[in-house]
T-cell receptor, first 116, second 114 residues
């Protein structure tokens, strides 16, 4: 099964708050889990990514938490800012070396609105 | 600009017409991917190339769709006999082999079939 399920569909947060977006996957062959940010009229841009041998990765205000046994991962945005208002997608990719390596399977997206 | 370039940015066409989109990847990237994104959904994989070889095609890529990358540089995606269901954003991305961190998307071509 190739699906990646993402929740919530939309999220409203006050400036300075924490935004949390969750994803779950079924295919245990996935071994790369990126998060993308997309603004209207633009293509997705890579925010942060993690591999399953690490439980957490932090880059600035963005943190990925990864739970391999539960097949879940989440994005935390600390000190959320109005400029973070965008659509966020989780994604997953299959094992390195296989022919499908580099093909990303995306979640359905979360529309984040950060109020000033 | 050293990013992924897609043209045109917008295309409105009548049902039944053929359309062609172009993608110019980052010059040193040897992998090129096409995705389709409908409103409110995540991008869905269509096909990808390694240099000029088309290595994988999704079930979403019906026989009305064809993609080429003739010299391993730019790529074209053609849709023949367009249908209203083809209305979507068509995204191109490029990367180095094994370089998922260098994976870069273009801004897409928005297709509207009327």
């Amino acid at each position: 099964q190739q699906q990646v399920k993402q929740s919530p569909q939309s999220l409203i947060v006050q400036k300075g708050g924490i935004s949390i977006i969750n994803c779950a996957y079924e295919n245990t062959a996935f071994d790369y889990f990126p998060w993308y940010q997309q603004f209207p009229g633009k293509g997705p841009a890579l925010l942060i990514a993690i591999r399953p041998d690490v439980s957490e990765k932090k880059e600035g205000r963005f943190t990925i938490s990864f739970n391999k046994s539960a097949k879940q991962f989440s994005l935390h945005i600390m000190d959320s800012q109005p400029g973070d208002s965008a659509t966020y997608f989780c994604a997953a990719s299959l094992n390195a070396g296989g022919t499908s390596y580099g093909k990303l399977t995306f979640g359905q997206g979360t529309i984040l609105t950060v109020h000033p | 600009d050293t990013g992924v370039s897609q043209n045109p940015r917008h295309k409105i066409t009548k049902r039944g017409q053929n359309v062609t989109f172009r993608c110019d990847p980052i010059s040193e990237h040897n992998r090129l991917y096409w995705y389709r994104q409908t409103l409110g959904q995540g991008p869905e994989f269509l096909t990808y190339f390694q240099n000029e070889a088309q290595l994988e095609k999704s079930r979403l890529l019906s026989d009305r769709f064809s993609a080429e990358r003739p010299k391993g540089s730019f790529s074209t995606l053609e849709i023949q006999r367009t249908e209203q269901g083809d209305s979507a954003m068509y995204l191109c991305a490029s990367s180095l082999v094994g370089g998922l961190y260098g994976y870069t998307f273009g801004s897409g071509t928005r297709l509207t079939v009327v």
